[in-house]
């Protein structure tokens, strides 16, 4: 960290309290007891399909609840993952169809971070065209969220492709918990926002309504401290928005044993595109929605039978004009989705999740699709892709002892894009001494090829120029644990080791811009989370990621630096009398040189993303108001107003950004 006296963050927050001033709070469901950060090893659901102890889950998790994610005090979903060890996050560094945050495990990839499978309510929101995640088009407000539960390391056995070095589960609130009526109103720098939600009850039957609206500025329009002024390299990328949200869910209890659930979403508004080198921004018109429906039944012998189906629409219309013409920039992806899932006990010492799905993905994105190949390759055929899915799934958990545990999974999946593959992982929990395990895993993971990347490899195959269809990208991952208990303290410790082969890169053997697979890397290190209650109102969370990449980066693809040597994040919040609390962020990224990252300004054909460290600040006061709560809460990222790039050296985040959210509940 840099000297306290470059930041004077104690400074910053004491006047921020003295700033604001009121009565106490008297209620609401959100007030936090002097004992409320204290409490036993939280169970997680995500990493094995088994609701299970954190210290009995097969691989490392981070848990970010309801309160964290407001004492964050982060703007977008995106930015909620700074806190997460070893996750790089990067703000609106995306060049194309979506200029979007992107968020990737250690670093190792490309803006749109395609290693990485991401949940909503078990419903993938891994976009088919460029694989990722369109953080800002997900039908989705940070209040309606329950908690995040973040896998990390690979997840294939559970999730199967694309869960390749974690998985990120959304999981929202349970319409019964947000009855009532919400409104949040939020005002500031570059940024506006309203969300209006009310909950309410018919008999068995719970729903909640969430609308919401936000007009977000994005970066400045010109950097304050560029590199270069040379051929508009002082431009941020163009990246205002403007997003309408509607969200429903329906919980519907038919019996005692039975369940059902409906959800739909929608996120739609104008997007701007367009980078330094262009004088003007593309303006998009997106429109995404979603439909899911679950059900739920209880089985007398304890298990649980459960089927989902989902439905999601992802598009976006505009048509983009340059001195050379116009190209149509229509995207329409859908997605069908069956999955049915059965957990039941075999034994006494014994538990066993299996399932099976079927998926369904239909892309017509032409502007994508396109690339500038000899016209005897016909295009037609690529206007319009489809893509078949069908998996089986299984973990087996078994108590050998009470103090061993073992967890074996697979996932056997058959695609139309690379036929079919086997992700297994074996792992094992000791309990050591109570209040502390180790834990030790092995386990494989593939990455299937968007659909992106595997229309742009098809030219090759027509022309000949090569033979051998693009395969997915291979994982296989060491993992040893320990997590204990320390009195208020709790430590996460994980050492891993990636061996990474059949990487996809773009360029291969400098033939046109297409796809292939000559990447090779292994990826060591360790990382650890604290969680420190140091008084029953005042709490620690710090996470440090420390890591090297090595590789021969085959066909001038760069992993060798790809993932920052140490980086590191702290979140310190207290509750003070009166209803006021303050919470304090820090964030520390080390240098890297990201893939996709080799033009630079003055035609330097590598270069880094130097070091940087940001401190974020955010004070609330809780009141009573009328018959419900109230907020008022200030927050200011950035508190030292410092120029940094991340990603690339033309991706200048804002600099100070304050903005004032007032929330109603009642």
């Known amino acids: 960290m840099e000297k306290a006296d470059r930041y004077r963050s104690g400074s910053v927050l004491a006047l921020l309290l003295a700033g604001l ?27 094995s399909r088994l609701a299970q102890r954190l210290d009995e889950a097969p691989a490392a998790v981070t848990v970010i609840d309801r309160q964290m994610i407001r004492d964050s005090g982060a703007w977008d979903l995106a930015e909620v993952f700074r806190l997460v060890p070893g996750m790089v996050v990067a703000y609106h560094s995306t060049r194309a169809y979506t200029m979007d945050s992107t968020v990737s495990y250690h670093g190792l990839s490309d803006p749109y971070a395609r290693y990485m499978q991401v949940l909503v309510d078990g419903r993938s929101v891994y976009s088919p065209l460029y694989g990722g995640v369109l953080w800002s088009d997900i039908p989705l407000a940070l209040e309606d969220i329950e908690r995040i539960e973040v896998t990390r390391g690979p997840n294939a056995a559970s999730y199967g ?18 009855q009532g009526t919400m409104v949040s109103l939020s005002t500031g720098r570059h940024r506006e926002e309203a969300v209006v939600r009310y909950g309410g009850r018919s008999g068995d039957l719970n729903y ?52 059902l659930g409906f959800q739909f979403g929608y996120n739609g508004g104008s997007r701007q595109e367009g980078d330094a080198g262009e004088a003007y921004p593309f303006w998009r018109t997106t429109d995404n929605h979603f439909a899911q429906l679950n059900w739920r039944r209880s089985l007398d012998d304890g298990g649980e039978l459960s089927v989902q189906y989902y439905h999601g629409y992802e598009s976006s219309y505009g048509t983009y004009t340059d001195n050379t013409g116009s190209t149509n920039m229509d995207v329409i992806a859908q997605r069908h989705d069956l999955e049915v899932q059965h957990t039941f006990s075999p034994t006494d010492s014994t538990r066993l999740v299996w399932g099976g799905s079927v998926r369904y993905d239909k892309v017509y994105a032409p502007g994508f699709h396109y690339p500038d190949f000899p016209q005897s390759v016909q295009f037609d055929k690529l206007k319009t892709q489809t893509f078949h899915l069908s998996r089986l799934f299984g973990n087996l958990e078994w108590r050998a002892r009470p103090s061993l545990i073992f967890n074996l999974g697979a996932m056997v999946e058959d695609n139309s894009y690379t036929g079919t593959d086997v992700t297994p992982r074996v792992a094992a929990n000791w309990h050591f001494l109570p209040g502390h395990t180790l834990r030790v895993s092995r386990s494989e993971a593939t990455r299937t090829p968007s659909n992106f990347e595997k229309v742009r490899a098809e030219p090759f195959i027509e022309l000949g120029w090569v033979t051998q269809r693009l395969k997915p990208e291979r994982l296989r991952s060491t993992d040893v644990g320990y ?17 990474f082969t059949d990487l996809i890169v773009e360029n291969g053997a400098s033939l046109g811009n297409g796809y292939f697979n000559p990447g090779r890397a292994t990826v060591k290190g360790f990382e650890t989370q604290l969680k420190w209650d140091i008084g029953p109102r005042t709490r620690l969370i710090y996470a440090l990621s420390h890591g090297k990449v090595s590789s021969l980066d085959q066909d001038d693809q760069t992993y060798t630096n790809s993932m920052p040597t140490n980086n590191q994040s702290l979140m310190l919040t207290h509750r003070f009398d009166g209803g006021w609390s303050a919470s304090l962020m820090g964030y520390q990224m080390g240098e890297a040189h990201f893939p996709e990252t080799d ?29 419900g709560t109230g907020e008022l809460a200030l927050t200011v990222q950035n508190l030292a107003d410092d120029q940094y790039f991340e990603f690339r050296h033309d991706n200048e985040p804002p600099g100070r950004s304050a903005w004032v959210n007032l929330k109603l509940e009642y």
């Open 161 to 178: 492709a694309n869960s390749f070095m974690g998985v990120i589960n959304i999981i929202t609130r349970p319409a019964a918990d947000s």
């Open 21 to 47: 001033g009121a009565g106490p709070a008297q209620g609401g469901d959100e007030m936090l007891s002097e004992n409320a950060y204290l409490g036993e090893m939280p169970v997680v659901l995500t990493v």
């Open 599 to 627: 033009s630079g300004p003055n035609e330097n054909p590598r270069y880094w993303v130097d070091t940087y460290r940001r401190w974020d600040g955010r004070v609330a006061y809780r009141f009573q108001a009328g018959q």
């Open 208 to 259: 909640r309504m969430t609308a919401g609206f936000r007009n977000d500025q994005g970066e400045d329009q010109i950097m304050r401290q560029p590199l270069s002024t040379a051929d508009r390299w002082n431009w941020n990328k163009f990246d205002d928005r403007k997003v309408r949200l509607f969200t429903l869910r329906a919980d519907y209890q038919v019996n005692a044993a039975n369940e």
């Open 483 to 499: 997590l204990g208990k320390f009195s208020t303290l709790e430590v996460d410790f994980r050492l891993f080791r990636d061996e």
